[in-house]
């Protein structure tokens, strides 16, 4: 029973996003110690609230961009895969991170609704515009690989998310200045909160699929199944697995029953190629199987 390993060449490494991490990071850390200076003096939560989300952009930054290094480490000793799942191990981690402190502004938010404190609301617009253009030319740095990584979607989506949340935070500003009611603060607070958490679940729920090794977006498990069924020569398709091994690769390994044997090298070179164009797969194994085989696991939960 033959088996083959194969991958796409290597020499297609993913772009690397260091000058933009590190930019990204030095500008928002500098925000942070602005807002948080700003909101303190003036008894804006809005602005406080802001400061702490933004704080945690800083750190998943450094997360992300910490896995973002190690994946790009292949080879290591016991670590056969090299330190690729960090960068999935970042997502999550972040993600959880950003959950529990938008409920702890949120919870302090409902207090200021009791208790509203005054504000200096030209104070607020000013620090805010700050803020929409430091986040609006910090995610245009990440915008060209939101769509293969996601590390890099969640540092896009959340200088981005930014962005339109310093303009909500203009806008309440405004408007504590036109009406004089305090309660636009803390109501601003929880509407940024909303917004980040819905995009914090988003982000929670890709990570956990990917950890638990799901088949990820965009792969038809189905189709798949079904391109390798048809194949010549095969009969049958058993012990099929795709997963992430990291946010920019996926890996496949199936076995394949073919009675009259493989058909070569060019066969399974054919595979690996049609496998990466067709669905993305990047590392695939193959088993060759005459026939006369036992299942090592249930069919359905091997085969979709």
Not at 41 to 66: K, Q, T
Not at 85 to 112: D, H, Q, T, V, W
Not at 159 to 181: E, K, R, Y
């Amino acid at each position: 029973m033959p088996i083959s390993h194969q991958h796409h060449g290597h020499s297609h490494e993913p772009p690397s996003y260091n000058r933009a991490f590190a930019i990204a990071t030095a500008l928002n850390l500098g925000f942070v110690c602005l807002e948080a200076l700003f909101g303190f003096f003036n008894n804006s939560l809005a602005l406080i609230a802001d400061a702490g989300h933004n704080l945690s952009d800083v750190l998943g930054l450094l997360l992300a961009w910490g896995a973002a290094w190690l994946s790009r480490r292949r080879f290591i000793h016991r670590y056969t895969y090299g330190l690729r799942r960090s960068s999935i191990l970042a997502a999550l981690a972040n993600a959880c991170f950003l959950l529990l402190a938008m409920g702890a502004i949120a919870l302090e938010a409902f207090k200021r609704l009791y208790n509203p404190v005054p504000i200096a609301g030209n104070v607020v617009i000013g620090v805010a515009l700050v803020g929409i253009a430091i986040n609006t030319g910090t995610a245009l740095m990440f915008v060209s690989g939101r769509k293969r990584d996601l590390n890099i979607k969640a540092a896009f989506l959340h200088m981005a998310s930014d962005a339109l949340v310093s303009f909500g935070v203009v806008l309440g500003g405004l408007a504590i200045m036109t009406t004089g009611w305090l309660w636009f603060d803390p109501v601003i607070t929880l509407i940024i909160a909303i917004v980040i958490t819905v995009g914090t679940w988003n982000l929670l729920r890709d990570s956990i699929d990917l950890a638990l090794d799901a088949v990820p977006k965009g792969i038809d498990l189905l189709a798949v199944r079904t391109y390798l069924r048809e194949l010549p020569g095969v009969v049958e398709v058993h012990d099929l697995h795709i997963w992430a091994i990291s946010t920019t690769e996926v890996a496949l390994t199936a076995h394949l029953v073919m009675p009259t044997g493989s058909l070569g090298d060019a066969f399974l070179t054919r595979i690996r190629m049609e496998l990466h164009e067709n669905f993305g797969i990047e590392h695939t194994t193959i088993q060759i199987e005459k026939g006369g085989f036992l299942l090592s696991c249930n069919q359905e939960s091997c085969c979709g």
